[in-house]
C-alpha cells in the first residue's frame, strides 16, 4: 500500500492536481496554503487510469459485485475502477426536485436511469475522487442502502483528511494519498500577514482580489 499511495501522489503532483505552497481563498472564505485542482486530470485518461489500477489493487480482496460513483467528480474515476475490476459501474445523480425545492443548492442524490435496479441485492463499492467533507460519498450510500444494495467501501484516489468511515456512514474508507491542508479565517490568515500573494487562477482568489481592491 505504501508504494502505491507514493506512485499516486507523484501523478497526482505532476499533473499539477496537488498544489501546495501558495495562497489560496475557498469558498467558505477562509485563505489556505494548498488546493485540489482535480478537473485537471479528467482529460489524462492514463493518468485516470493509473489511479484507478492502483485503487482496484486495494479493494479486489472486498467480494464486491458493482461500482457507484457520484456525479460528476466521482463518475469518472469510479467507472476506470470498475473496468481494472472487470465490474459493471453505476453512478448517482442530484434529485430533480420540483416547486419550492428548486432553489435547494444540493438535492439530494439519488439512482436513476434504471441503476436502482442493478444495485439492489448486490456488494457496492462507493468511489470518489477527491473527499473533502465526505457528502457526496455520504448521500451514494444512502441511495445505494434505499435501493436494497449493500455498501461494502467506499474509496477515493485522494482525501483532505478531514472525515472518515464512520463521518460517512461507510465500514471502511479506502484512500490512495492524504492531502493535508492548513487554512485560517481572513482575519487571522497567515498568509495574509507574511504577504504572499493569492493565486487568482484556482479557488476564488481572483474574486477576493478584486473585491478588495474595490474597498
Avoid at 436511469?113 to 477527491?130: A, E, N, P, S, Y
Wanted: contains cysteine; hydrophobic residues 40%.
Amino acid at each position: 500500500m505504501q508504494n502505491l499511495s507514493v506512485a499516486a501522489e507523484k501523478i497526482l503532483r505532476e499533473s499539477n492536481t496537488l498544489l501546495d505552497g501558495q495562497h489560496f481563498v475557498y469558498i467558505s472564505g477562509d485563505h489556505g496554503a494548498g488546493w485540489v485542482n482535480k478537473d485537471v486530470l479528467i482529460p489524462d485518461t492514463k493518468k485516470i487510469s493509473e489511479l484507478a489500477q492502483m485503487l482496484a489493487q486495494v479493494v479486489n480482496e472486498l467480494q464486491i459485485e458493482i461500482v457507484c460513483g457520484p456525479a460528476i467528480g466521482g463518475l469518472v474515476i469510479s467507472q476506470w475502477t470498475a473496468h481494472h475490476l472487470g465490474l459493471p459501474s453505476v453512478f448517482t445523480e442530484h434529485q430533480d426536485l420540483p416547486g419550492e425545492n428548486l432553489r435547494e443548492i444540493r438535492p439530494p442524490f439519488i439512482l436513476k436511469r434504471g441503476f436502482d435496479k442493478l444495485v439492489t441485492g448486490k456488494k457496492v463499492l462507493i468511489v470518489d475522487d477527491i473527499v473533502n467533507t465526505g457528502h457526496s460519498i455520504r448521500e451514494t450510500a444512502n441511495a445505494v442502502r434505499a435501493c436494497g444494495g449493500e455498501v461494502v467501501a467506499a474509496a477515493a484516489y485522494c482525501t483532505r483528511g478531514n472525515t472518515d468511515a464512520a463521518g460517512m456512514g461507510v465500514p471502511q474508507f479506502i484512500y490512495l494519498v492524504e492531502f493535508t491542508i492548513p487554512f485560517w479565517s481572513v482575519e487571522s490568515c497567515a498568509l495574509c500577514k507574511s504577504g504572499v500573494p493569492v493565486n487568482i487562477e484556482f479557488a476564488h482568489g481572483r474574486e477576493f482580489v478584486e473585491r478588495k481592491t474595490r474597498t
